[in-house]
């Protein structure tokens, strides 16, 4: 089997393990590589890495429907569920305009993000302008309305739906065996690995490692987790000894970018710059910071 598992995040919905592992692969070997030429010796502490090390845990397929066109994303404003998927479109575009001056932001209406909850027709107004905002800005160039939409969707449908759920974490479970060493998993992904890894009652050496993670934002993906927090606090994974935190300081699909407040001292926060990409799962992979995360797991 493998040393280390990846974990992706929302949007790979046509891909599988297979396919992912092609981009995803070499991208983390180069972070491992940048990491070791700087640190000569961790490098003597560790066999070198091949593709072979690493496998990809695929559970996109699982929000495909059935004659769905493929998976073809057809989503309008119209789309966006009340609840959980326009607070976070709401969370996110107040995030944007907080960080980006350009952006107005709900409460540049007067109504604030609250005001919006009080009829249909104005929420769908927000959320007209809430994705007309967000996809003009540098955090989602190029992304279309249908595909932010899709993203929301999965992030709702992982939660509320108890049998995607407990698929999607098998995924993860059912690739790591014994000599596996690492977990890398990168936005709703990390969410998956994080309760897939507290199933594990067993303590085991295992090191996680999370990128752009939404496990800290409280009420949209934190109050929500299997196992629930208890007094404020995250469980800690059993099967977990050692917790390293990537997330870019511009990330605002992750919201929260340390998450030593919600579960605990022994989280190793890192915070990295991606540039325009500050999402993008192979930018996180090719941090430095990340591939000493990694690096060090396996030395372990």
């Known amino acids: 089997m493998a040393r280390v598992v990846v974990v992706h995040g929302v949007g790979k919905h046509l891909e599988t393990g297979e396919t992912l592992h092609t981009s995803l692969a ?28 690493i496998l990809c845990a695929g559970y996109g397929d699982l929000f495909r429907r059935p004659g769905a066109r493929g998976g073809a994303l057809q989503y309008e404003a119209e789309d966006v569920a009340e609840g959980l998927e326009t607070d976070l479109l709401l969370a996110w575009w107040q995030e944007a305009s907080r960080r980006d001056p350009a952006v107005l932001g709900p409460q540049d209406s007067g109504r604030g993000v609250l005001g919006y909850a009080a009829s249909r027709p104005l929420r769908i107004a927000a959320v007209r302008r809430a994705l007309d905002a967000l996809t003009r800005t540098r955090f989602f160039k190029s992304v279309s309305d249908a595909f932010l939409i899709a993203a929301l969707k999965q992030f709702r449908r992982y939660f509320e739906e108890p049998a995607l759920r407990k698929a999607a974490r098998s995924r993860i479970l059912e690739l790591i065996a014994p000599d596996t060493r690492v977990v890398v998993a990168h936005s709703l992904g990390s969410v998956v690995a994080y309760e897939a890894l507290c199933s594990l009652t067993a303590p085991r050496p295992l090191t996680l490692v999370t990128l752009g993670s939404p496990l800290g934002i409280r009420h949209l993906a934190f109050d929500r987790l299997d196992p629930a927090p208890a007094d404020g606090t995250g469980v800690w994974p059993r099967a977990v000894g050692h917790w390293h935190n990537v997330a870019d300081a511009s990330d605002i699909v992750a919201l929260v970018h340390e998450l030593a407040p919600r579960f605990g001292p022994r989280v190793t926060d890192h915070l990295v710059h991606n540039g325009t990409t500050m999402h993008e799962m192979t930018a996180y992979l090719t941090a430095v910071e990340t591939g000493s995360a990694i690096a060090g797991g396996l030395a372990r």
């Open 26 to 53: 070499p991208a983390l070997e180069g972070g491992v590589n940048l990491a070791l030429r700087g640190d000569g010796e961790l490098a003597a502490h560790i066999n070198p890495l091949t593709p072979d090390d």
